[in-house]
C-alpha cells in the first residue's frame, strides 16, 4: 500500500501551539482532519470488498496531554469530532514553554454519569444525531458506509452504558515524531471486525461492546 492509500484510511486529530500564544501560556488545538476519500473507496486487506465510508463520528472525554517532562493539562468536556468536515478545539494552559508531547489519552465516549444526567446542550445535544433515548443514552462511535457486497449498507451505532455492554473504552496513544498526530485508522478497524458481525449493529448489546473494543484499538500515532 502507497502512502498516499495509507494517509486515505487515516482521520487525523493534530496537535500543536498555535504561533498565537503568549511567553507563558500556549494554545493546544486539536484538530480533527477528514482526509479526502478514495474514488474507489476503502479496500479490505484481501481485496475482495470495497467499502466506502459515508459517516464517522465520536466523543471522546477526559482529554489529557502529558509532556515529556511529566507536566499534563487536562480537559473534561465532551468533544463531538464529524469527519464529515473539519472540527477543532483549543485547550489554554501555561507556562508549557517549549515541552514537546509524550503521549495523548482520552475515553471514546461519555461516562455513564453524562448519560443518566439526561439530555444536554453543545456537543452532547441530541440535535446533533448521537443520542438515542434517555435509557439507552449516547450513541459514542457512529461509522455508516456502503459497499457491493452489502446491498443493505453498514451502520455501526456504538454506546450503551449498562453493565454488562458498557462501551466507554480508554485510550492512550504515545507520541512519536515531530508532529504529535493521532489516527483512527479504517485499515485497523475493519480489518478487525469479526465476520460473524452483522452488517446493523444500532443497539446496546454485545455487538456494540464488541466494536468497541476495536474502535478504541484503531487509533495510532501518525506524527512524522
Known amino acids: ?25 500556549h494554545n493546544l488545538r486539536f484538530e480533527a482532519v477528514y482526509l479526502k476519500k478514495s474514488a474507489e473507496g476503502y479496500k479490505t486487506l484481501s481485496g475482495t470488498d470495497t467499502l ?13 496531554v502529558e509532556f515529556a517532562d511529566g507536566h ?3 480537559d473534561t468536556n465532551a468533544r463531538l469530532l464529524d469527519f464529515s468536515e473539519t472540527s477543532a478545539v483549543e485547550i489554554a494552559y501555561e507556562e508549557a514553554g ?3 508531547v509524550r503521549s495523548v489519552e482520552f475515553d471514546l465516549g461519555v461516562d455513564s454519569a453524562t448519560n443518566v444526567a439526561g439530555v444536554q446542550g453543545d456537543a452532547l445535544d441530541p440535535t446533533n444525531g448521537m443520542y438515542w433515548t434517555w435509557q439507552s443514552g449516547y450513541i459514542n462511535f ?3 458506509g456502503t459497499g457491493p457486497h452489502r446491498p443493505k ?3 455501526y451505532h456504538i454506546g450503551g ?3 454488562p455492554y458498557p462501551t466507554l473504552q480508554h485510550v492512550k496513544i504515545a507520541i512519536d515524531g515531530k508532529t504529535p498526530c493521532i489516527g483512527f485508522s479504517l485499515e485497523e478497524f475493519f480489518r478487525h471486525l469479526p465476520s460473524d458481525l452483522p452488517s446493523h449493529v444500532m443497539s446496546p448489546g454485545t455487538d456494540a461492546r464488541r466494536i468497541s473494543v476495536i474502535a478504541a484499538n484503531s487509533f495510532i500515532s501518525c506524527g512524522k
Do not use: C, P
Not at 7 to 25: D, E
Not at 52 to 64: A, D, E, G, P, Q
Open 1 to 25: 500500500m502507497n502512502s498516499f492509500a495509507k494517509r486515505l484510511l487515516l482521520a487525523g486529530l493534530t496537535v500543536w501551539q498555535t504561533a498565537s500564544a503568549s511567553a507563558t501560556g
Open 153 to 155: 449498507g453498514f451502520e
Open 161 to 163: 452504558y449498562l453493565e
Open 52 to 64: 466506502t465510508v459515508n459517516t464517522l463520528r465520536f466523543y471522546i472525554t477526559h482529554l489529557s
Open 142 to 144: 457512529k461509522i455508516e
Open 72 to 74: 499534563a493539562v487536562r
Open 98 to 100: 517549549d515541552r514537546s
